[in-house]
């Protein structure tokens, strides 16, 4: 596969930001524009992108050494190593065999690697101390002076390579792609005892941070178990059962009451006025 191959490498050697290619330029401008910068925090933040220039070259690198130059893997069969390829790219136990792939594949990993080589250095200039953002992209020179500095010390594309190679990103890089090489193709033992000795850790990230667990089984059923209980107490047992019921039953029962007094009927009527006044003169014999 050898346009995958290089174009791989390519890109790879783009990302961590390897002189003259574009992502040196811009890279390279980023970390040096917080390298120069007096916000708050910007110590911090240098620091942070060093680090991440080390760890991107050795993951970058990571995948290409165990893709492009690590044992092969795509066949599980130990015994498959011993089989005969026939002349449609498949071994004698029928397993499909890497092949490149077909051109709208390729096609457009080579006119991305392409640009990926040539336009930082082609446009680092005019686009970041030039005046191809001219009227559209406003720095505050007084709050924000990095610019400014890295406009003095620009001296084009070819001398900020060569400037390049002597700076701490490139050697923190070319670090991290050295490591990878070591890891991943010379000792492949000293990943698998990182992965024994950070154990805990690696499953600590492997799960996110149980963030996802946290957010299902506490935060989503804490949310639910809350509603739940919204529902059938404050809902159904006291808006539903206590306050609409029971306010209706409540008027059910004076009704009740109510319709007992006024039955309609004359000798009820005078039954209740004379248990009146029966009741009044006890009261005010009792009085007396």
């Known amino acids: 596969m050898p346009i995958t191959w290089i174009t791989s490498l390519l890109g790879s050697l783009a990302l961590i930001g390897t002189p003259l290619f574009s992502g040196f ?3 390279d401008s980023i970390i040096e524009a917080v390298h120069l910068s007096t916000l708050p925090a910007a110590g911090f933040a240098n ?56 051109w709208v594949v390729t096609v457009p990993l080579v006119l ?39 406009g003095e010390l620009f001296h084009g594309p070819v001398a900020m390579a060569i400037h390049g190679l002597s700076m701490a990103p490139f050697w923190l890089a070319l670090a991290g792609v050295v490591t990878a090489w070591y890891m991943y193709l010379v000792n492949p033992k000293v990943p698998a005892f990182f992965a024994r000795a950070l154990r805990p850790l690696i499953v600590v990230l492997e799960n996110k941070y149980f963030m996802d667990w946290i957010n299902e089984n506490i ?7 809350l509603g739940l209980g919204l529902w059938k107490v404050g809902d159904r047992a006291i808006i539903d059962g206590f306050f609409v019921n029971g306010s209706w039953k409540v008027v059910g029962l004076v009704s009740g009451v109510v319709r007992w007094f006024q039955s309609g009927f004359l000798y009820h009527y005078a039954l209740v006025m004379i248990l009146g006044v029966f009741v009044l003169m006890t009261y005010f014999v009792w009085l007396a």
């Open 25 to 27: 330029y811009s890279k």
């Open 219 to 225: 935060l989503a059923k804490g949310a639910r178990g």
């Open 47 to 102: 620091f942070a992108v060093l680090a991440g220039v080390f760890v991107t070259a050795f993951y970058s690198f990571r995948m290409y050494f165990l893709v492009f130059h690590g044992p092969e893997r795509y066949d599980q069969n130990p015994d498959a190593h011993h089989g005969h390829d026939d002349h449609h790219g498949h071994d004698d136990h029928g397993h499909d065999k890497p092949h490149e792939s077909p």
């Open 112 to 150: 991305l690697a392409i640009p990926s080589v040539l336009i930082g250095y082609m446009t680092i200039g005019p686009m970041l101390y030039g005046d191809f953002f001219k009227d559209v992209i406003f720095i505050d020179a007084v709050k924000h002076p990095a610019m400014q500095q890295l």
